[in-house]
């Protein structure tokens, strides 16, 4: 499975205006390293679990979502164990909609659509601005910036991003060719540069869901200021969902799992953050080449789905 993954990710890279390897998309090192992926995810902090009527996953990718495990077990106990219990009584949907008012990245198999793949196009000197953070969004302006682009990024004082402390090489290969801008997006004065930023900017790279970046300014209003703006923005399940989602469940959500005793397998380290990546970059390269402005939603379930189902073809 990995290997045909990996012709369709070639015959991908082929639409950029650079040269990437897929052995070079998919590299992440994390402190700690990783294992094999199977039930559970190369991190460590994924598991799939039959549910009352399929599969789900849930991925406590954050120190935070630990904590809330209690809540979601309604107390019976803190463990994966007690999680697998919890989710074997109750359905996909309950044991999906129960994680999600929890803010907790939870997911259905294969539960997300395919989207419409771009054909990318030239490179050009452009101006990016790269508000996002983990994987899939710096890789996304990483490889704008590599093929010629001006792109500055946004360091959050208020929320840094952790990829440059867990994963220092990735960090470096995401992020080689960018200017770094440092910004305390808490206060009035760090909203109001990166207004300004986004107002002189041809492309915009976000990975935060539609509610946390209204409060930082960043919404449609953006078009009134400046028309020729592409947006592009990654999200777990789409713009108009407000679920939290990782590279594991997200890629689990789209069906692109293996196979073994006819169970569901995570096969690769978080794969809907590098194949979202790749997507989101050709999708402003095709904007850039058509003059089509305005906001590109590009959810990381959706390009995982569209991947499975060209497996599948």
Request: some cysteine; glycine content about 10%.
């Amino acid at each position: 499975m990995i290997v045909k993954l990996s012709e369709c990710v070639r015959e991908r890279l082929a639409l950029l205006p650079i040269a990437v390897t897929p052995d070079r998309l998919f590299t992440r090192d994390v402190l700690g390293g990783l294992q094999d992926p199977g039930k559970v995810s190369a991190n460590g902090s994924c598991r799939i679990m039959r549910a009352g009527d399929g599969w789900v996953a849930l991925n406590l990718a954050r120190s935070d979502d630990v904590d809330l495990i209690p809540a979601l077990t309604a107390d019976l106990g803190d463990d994966w164990p007690t999680i697998e219990r919890f989710a074997a009584a109750r359905t996909t949907d309950d044991f999906v909609t129960a994680a999600a008012e929890l803010q907790l990245p939870a997911s259905r198999l294969a539960e997300a659509r395919p989207i419409r793949l771009a054909q990318g196009g030239p490179g050009r000197p452009i101006r990016v601005l790269d508000l996002s953070a983990l994987w899939a969004g710096p890789l996304c302006a990483g490889l704008l910036a590599k093929a010629g682009a001006i792109v500055v990024r946004i360091q959050n004082l208020a929320r840094p991003d952790p990829v440059a402390l867990n994963s220092p090489g990735l960090d470096g290969w995401l992020n080689a060719g960018k200017t770094s801008l440092a910004l305390d997006l808490r206060t009035l004065d760090g909203r109001a540069r990166l207004l300004r930023e986004i107002g002189d900017a041809d492309v915009l790279v976000t990975s935060a869901r539609a509610n946390a970046l209204a409060r930082l300014g960043v919404t449609s209003a953006l078009f009134d200021h400046n028309l020729r703006l592409i947006w592009v923005a990654i999200t777990a399940h789409g713009w108009s969902s407000d679920r939290v989602g990782f590279g594991d469940d997200c890629a689990f959500a789209g069906g692109l799992v293996g196979r073994e005793g006819g169970e569901p397998r995570f096969m690769g380290d978080a794969l809907a953050d590098p194949l979202t990546g790749l997507e989101a970059a050709l999708t402003a390269l095709e904007s850039l080449r058509t003059g089509q402005f305005g906001r590109l939603d590009i959810p990381l379930a959706g390009v995982a789905a569209t991947y499975a189902r060209a497996m599948a073809g």
